[in-house]
C-alpha cells in the first residue's frame, strides 16, 4: 500500500508540472495586464513600467517562469499582485471555506443519495423508483445559480421571521467573531512559522473550530449559514450518486451469491447491507470522489450566489484582476486536490474490497 | 435476440414460393440497424428522450412559424408592453386588449417565449458540435493511446490529465479570451474540456478489445496496423462481434459470452478478481473474466439512445456464468497487464463521470 501510495504521488508529479506549465501559459495569454487591469484609465506607459518592475514582470516570460518554479519548490507562491499579500495567506482564508462547503455538499448527497439508490434498486419499478429517478433526472438538469436563488428566496424571504429561516449570504451573522482554538487554548506560536500557519488553516474551519472550542453559537450559526449552498451544490451530486447506487445495487442484487446468502436463510436486510450494498460501494466511491474534486473548483456559482469568498470565486476574481500570483497558486492547489482525493478513492478500494491488491 | 433462423438445409431445394421469399426478405431485413431500432422503441426512457429532441428539433426548424414576435425586437413603442411584464394569456383570463405574451417580456421589451423558441437553435446547434466535435477528437485520442501503449499512451492520457485536473472555469475563461469572445470559441472551450472524458472511455474500451482474439486474428492475418484502432475494434464492432459469436470461446466465458455490456459498476472490483467472483463464485475463473468482455458505452445505462445498439432492451436476466470446462486453461494475466485493466476501468468510469459532471 505504501509502496502504491509513493508510486501514485511520483506518477501525479508531471501532472502538476504540466498543470503549472500551463497555468502560467493561460494566465499570461489572457490579453490585458494586471497594471491596466489595476489603474485602469490611470495606467499610464510610465506609472505601468514602474508597477511591472516592482513586481517583475518586466523580465522575460522564461526567466518569470524559472523564478515561480522555483518559489513553487520552496513551498512559496508568492505575493498577490492586487491585495499585496502573500497568496499563501489568501490561500488559508478562503479554502477552508470552499473544503466545508464541499465536505458539506459531499455528507448530503450521500446521506441521501444512497438510502434513496439503495431503496430504488430494491423496488425496482415501483412508484418509489420511478419517482425516485425521475427527481434525480431532474436534480441533474437544475442549474445550481438558479436553485440557490431559489432557495435563498424561499428561506430567506419566503420564511422569514419563522424558525426555518435561513440567513442567504455569508459563512457568519455580523457580530460573530469566532476565537481560534489555539487562542483559546492558549498555545504560543510563532508568527510566520508552518505550525501558526497550519493553526490558522485549521482555525478557519468555523464549523471544526467551534466544535472543538465548545463555541455553541458560532457553531449554530455556521451550520445554518452553510445549509443552503451546502443544499444547492449538492444537489447535483446527490442525484448523480442516486443513479449510480440504484445501478450499481441492481448489478450486484442480480448475482448469484446475493441469492446464495439469502437462500441459506440470511435476513434481507443483512444481504442487501453487507453482501450487496459494500460490493456496491466501489463505483460510488469513485464517484464520490469525483464530485469533492470537482466541488473545489467548480462552486464557483454557488459561491457567488451565496456571497461567500470561496476558492472558485477568488479565482474568478483574479482572472478578472490578471492577478497571476493567484491564479497560479490557487489551481495549483486545485490540482493537488483533484489529485490527492482521486488517490484515496484508490486506496479506499483496497479497503472496500480486500481482493484488490494495490501494489 | 430474434434473428430469424435460417431453414434447416435439404437435400432437394423446394421450388421458392413466395413463402420463402418473404422469409428471406425478413431474414435480410434484421440488420443490426434494425434490431438496434427495434430496442430503442422498447425502451420508456429512449423514447421519452427522443420524443423531447424531436420537440426541440420542430421547434429550432420551424421557429418562424411558432414564435409569434420577432426575438430581437424591443417591443418598446410597438406594442404597450412594459420591462419585466409578467405572461399575458388570454385563455387564462388576461384582457383581450392587451398583447398575448406567454411567457412574458424581458427587460429588454422582447418576447421571452420567441426568444426561447429561437434560442433553440443556438442551444442545438452548439450542443451537437460541441459534443461531436470532442466525441471525435475525443475517441481518437483515446483509441490511439489505447492501442500502440507505451509513449503514445503516456503522452496522451498526461496531457488529458492536466486538462482533467486543470479548473473548469479558468480553461473556459482563457479560451475565450485568447480567441475572443464569440459563440464558435465558447463552443471551442466546451468542447475541449469534455475532450478528456471521451477519451478515457474509448481508451477503456480499446485497451479491453485489444487482448481479444479477433485482433490477433486479423494481424495475423496481415491487416494494417493503423486499422486496428480504427476499425474493426472500434466499440460497437467488438461487441457486435462479439455478440455474434466471434470471439473469445478461450477466454473461458463460452461463445455467446454476455452480450451484455459492462457498466461502470464492474470497476476495480473485477481488477484483480473476475466480475463474477462474489463470495461464491468459482475461483480458477477469477482470473480469467477482468477485462475481457468490452466495456464500451458505459452511460448506456443512462442514455437509452446509446444503449440500444448494445445491450438487450430489458435489464438482462443475471447472465449465466461462463463455466469452464474441465481441463480447459485458463490464461492468467501477467501483474503489469491487470494493472493496466484496473487504470483501464477507472479510467472508464473517470470518463463517464465527467460527461455526467
Do not use: N
Given at each position: 500500500m505504501t509502496q502504491y501510495t509513493i508510486r501514485r504521488l511520483l506518477a501525479a508529479i508531471p501532472v502538476v508540472i504540466g498543470v503549472l506549465i500551463v497555468t502560467f501559459a493561460l494566465a499570461r495569454a489572457i490579453p490585458g495586464e494586471p497594471c491596466t487591469a489595476m489603474f485602469g484609465e490611470k495606467a499610464t506607459p510610465e506609472v505601468c513600467a514602474i508597477f511591472n518592475a516592482e513586481k517583475g514582470l518586466d523580465k522575460p516570460l522564461t526567466t518569470q517562469f524559472a523564478i515561480f518554479a522555483r518559489?513553487?519548490?520552496?513551498?512559496?507562491?508568492?505575493?498577490?499582485?492586487?491585495?499585496?499579500?502573500?497568496?499563501?495567506?489568501?490561500?488559508?482564508?478562503?479554502?477552508?471555506?470552499?473544503?466545508?462547503?464541499?465536505?458539506?455538499?459531499?455528507?448530503?448527497?450521500i446521506s441521501i443519495g444512497i438510502p434513496l439508490g439503495i431503496i430504488s434498486a430494491l423496488r425496482r419499478n415501483s412508484p418509489t423508483d420511478v419517482a425516485t429517478m425521475i427527481g434525480a433526472n431532474i436534480g441533474v438538469s437544475m442549474p445550481v445559480f438558479w436553485l440557490g436563488l431559489m432557495l435563498?428566496?424561499?428561506?430567506?424571504?419566503l420564511l422569514k421571521d419563522t424558525p426555518f429561516q435561513m440567513p442567504a449570504s455569508g459563512r457568519l451573522s455580523a457580530g460573530m467573531s469566532p476565537v481560534p482554538f489555539y487562542e483559546v487554548y492558549g498555545w504560543a506560536l510563532t508568527e510566520g512559522t508552518f505550525g501558526a500557519k497550519l493553526a490558522e488553516f485549521i482555525s478557519n474551519f468555523y464549523i471544526f473550530n467551534?466544535?472543538?472550542?465548545?463555541?455553541?453559537?458560532?457553531?449554530?450559526?455556521?451550520?445554518r449559514h452553510l445549509i443552503l449552498p451546502a443544499v444547492a451544490l449538492a444537489t447535483i451530486p446527490l442525484a448523480i450518486v442516486a443513479r449510480m447506487t440504484r445501478s450499481a445495487m441492481l448489478e450486484v442484487l442480480g448475482q448469484d451469491y446475493v441469492r446464495t446468502a439469502r437462500a441459506k436463510g440470511l435476513r434481507r436486510r443483512q444481504v442487501v447491507m453487507k453482501h450487496a450494498f459494500r460490493n456496491a460501494l466501489l463505483p460510488i466511491v469513485t464517484i464520490i470522489g469525483l464530485q469533492f474534486g470537482l466541488v473545489l473548483s467548480g462552486a464557483i456559482l454557488t459561491e457567488t450566489t451565496f456571497g461567500l469568498a470561496g476558492v472558485g470565486r477568488s479565482l474568478y476574481e483574479a482572472i478578472t484582476a490578471r492577478d497571476y500570483p493567484i491564479i497560479q497558486g490557487f489551481v495549483v492547489v486545485i490540482a493537488v486536490g483533484y489529485v490527492l482525493v482521486n488517490l484515496l478513492v484508490d486506496l479506499s478500494y483496497a479497503i472496500l474490497d480486500p481482493r484488490i491488491q494495490l501494489d | 435476440m430474434s434473428?430469424?433462423?435460417?431453414?434447416t438445409p435439404v437435400t432437394t431445394l423446394p421450388p421458392l414460393d413466395d413463402a420463402a421469399v418473404a422469409s428471406i426478405g425478413d431474414y435480410r431485413a434484421n440488420t443490426l440497424w434494425r434490431l438496434t431500432l427495434r430496442r430503442l422503441f422498447r425502451q420508456k426512457s429512449a423514447v421519452v428522450g427522443l420524443i423531447l429532441l424531436a420537440l426541440l428539433l420542430f421547434s429550432a426548424l420551424f421557429a418562424p412559424l411558432i414564435a409569434p414576435y420577432d426575438p430581437e425586437q424591443p417591443l418598446i413603442g410597438i406594442e404597450n408592453v412594459g420591462k419585466r411584464d409578467g405572461p399575458c394569456i388570454?385563455?387564462?383570463?388576461?384582457?383581450a386588449d392587451q398583447p398575448q405574451h406567454i411567457m412574458g417580456i424581458d427587460g429588454n421589451f422582447r418576447d421571452v417565449f420567441s426568444r426561447i423558441i429561437y434560442g433553440t437553435r443556438v442551444s442545438l446547434y452548439v450542443g451537437l458540435l460541441t459534443v461531436s466535435f470532442a466525441v471525435v477528437t475525443g475517441t481518437l485520442l483515446g483509441a490511439i493511446a489505447g492501442f500502440f501503449g507505451g509513449w503514445a499512451d503516456n503522452i496522451i492520457m498526461r496531457i488529458l490529465d492536466v486538462v482533467l485536473a486543470f479548473p473548469f472555469l479558468l480553461l473556459a475563461i482563457a479560451i475565450v479570451s485568447v480567441l475572443g469572445p464569440g459563440l464558435t470559441n465558447a463552443m471551442l472551450a466546451i468542447a475541449i474540456i469534455s475532450i478528456p472524458s471521451y477519451a478515457r472511455v474509448t481508451r477503456a474500451s480499446v485497451l479491453s478489445v485489444r487482448q481479444m482474439d479477433f485482433i490477433e486474428a486479423s494481424r495475423a492475418l496481415g491487416g494494417q496496423q493503423l486499422a486496428h484502432p480504427l476499425r474493426p475494434h472500434s466499440a460497437q464492432r467488438a461487441t457486435a462481434a462479439h455478440r455474434r459469436g466471434h470471439v473469445g470461446h478461450r477466454h473461458g466465458h463460452s461463445g455467446h459470452g454476455r452480450p451484455v455490456v459492462h457498466r461502470p459498476g464492474g470497476t476495480a472490483a473485477d481488477a484483480g478478481v473476475g466480475r463474477d467472483a462474489g463470495p461464491g463464485a468459482q475461483p480458477g475463473l477469477q482470473r480469467a473474466a477482468p477485462g475481457l468482455l468490452p466495456r464500451p458505452g458505459h452511460h448506456a445505462d443512462r442514455a437509452g439512445l446509446q444503449s440500444a445498439g448494445r445491450r438487450p432492451a430489458r435489464r438482462p436476466r443475471p447472465a449465466p456464468r461462463p463455466r469452464q470446462r474441465r481441463g480447459q486453461r485458463v490464461r492468467k494475466k501477467s501483474l503489469t497487464q491487470r494493472r493496466k485493466e484496473r487504470q483501464a476501468q477507472k479510467d472508464s468510469e473517470l470518463g463517464v463521470l465527467c460527461v455526467f459532471a
Open positions: 518559489d513553487m519548490l520552496r513551498g512559496d507562491f508568492g505575493d498577490s499582485i492586487r491585495f499585496k499579500r502573500p497568496v499563501m495567506q489568501i490561500l488559508i482564508e478562503r479554502l477552508p471555506q470552499t473544503i466545508e462547503l464541499g465536505i458539506a455538499s459531499v455528507v448530503i448527497a435563498i428566496y424561499v428561506f430567506a424571504l467551534s466544535i472543538i472550542t465548545a463555541d455553541w453559537e458560532v457553531l449554530v450559526d455556521a451550520v | 434473428i430469424a433462423s435460417e431453414p388570454h385563455l387564462l383570463g388576461c384582457p
